[in-house]
C-alpha cells in the first residue's frame, strides 16, 4: 500500500516545521510548537509491487491533532482497510488510536481498539517522576551472572 503519509513520526515531525511563524508563540528557544493539523490519506494497493495473496486494497487514514502547551496535546488517528483476496471475501480492518499527553510532558494515555473485534480496547498510561533518570542500583543475586559476549 502506498500513502502520503509516513507515520505518525513524520507527521508530528512536520507539525513542529509547519507551526513556524504563523503558529509561533512567544517561547523559550528549547520548546517547539506543535500546530493543530487535521488530514485524510487515501491508500490504494501500489500496482508496481507485488501483494502476496491481496488482490486489491485500500482505505484512508484520518489524523487530528489539537492542543497546546497549556491544555496538553490530543491525537486521533483512524485507518480503515478493505483488502481483497482470491482466497476469501473482503476484510475490513478498522484501526482507532486515541491519545493524550500533558501540555507539560507530566502524563500520557492511550487507547487503541478495533471495533471489528470483540477484543477490548489496549490501554496504557505514563507518569514522568520527578527524578529524570532512576539512580542506579546494585543487583543482589546468589547465583553467578553470565554475559553472552565475551569480555
Request: aromatic share 6%; net charge positive; proline share 8%.
Amino acid at each position: 500500500m502506498t500513502t502520503n503519509a509516513t507515520g505518525l513520526a513524520g507527521c508530528l515531525a512536520l507539525l513542529a516545521l509547519w507551526s513556524g511563524p504563523a503558529g509561533a508563540q512567544a517561547q523559550p528557544a528549547d520548546r517547539v510548537v506543535l500546530a493543530p493539523h487535521r488530514a485524510v490519506y487515501d491508500l490504494v494497493l501500489d500496482a508496481g509491487k507485488a501483494a502476496k495473496n491481496v488482490d486489491s486494497a485500500r482505505g484512508r487514514i484520518a489524523f487530528d491533532f489539537t492542543g497546546d502547551a497549556c491544555d496538553g496535546y490530543a491525537l486521533s488517528f483512524r485507518q480503515v482497510t478493505q483488502l481483497q483476496s482470491g482466497e476469501g471475501g473482503p476484510r475490513l480492518i478498522d484501526a482507532r488510536t486515541t491519545s493524550f499527553e500533558a501540555g507539560d510532558g507530566a502524563s500520557y494515555r492511550f487507547k487503541t481498539r478495533r471495533p471489528s473485534t470483540a477484543r477490548r480496547p489496549a490501554r496504557g498510561r505514563a507518569m514522568r517522576s520527578s527524578s529524570p533518570r532512576p539512580s542506579p542500583r546494585p543487583i543482589a543475586s546468589r547465583s553467578r551472572l553470565c554475559s553472552p559476549t565475551p569480555r
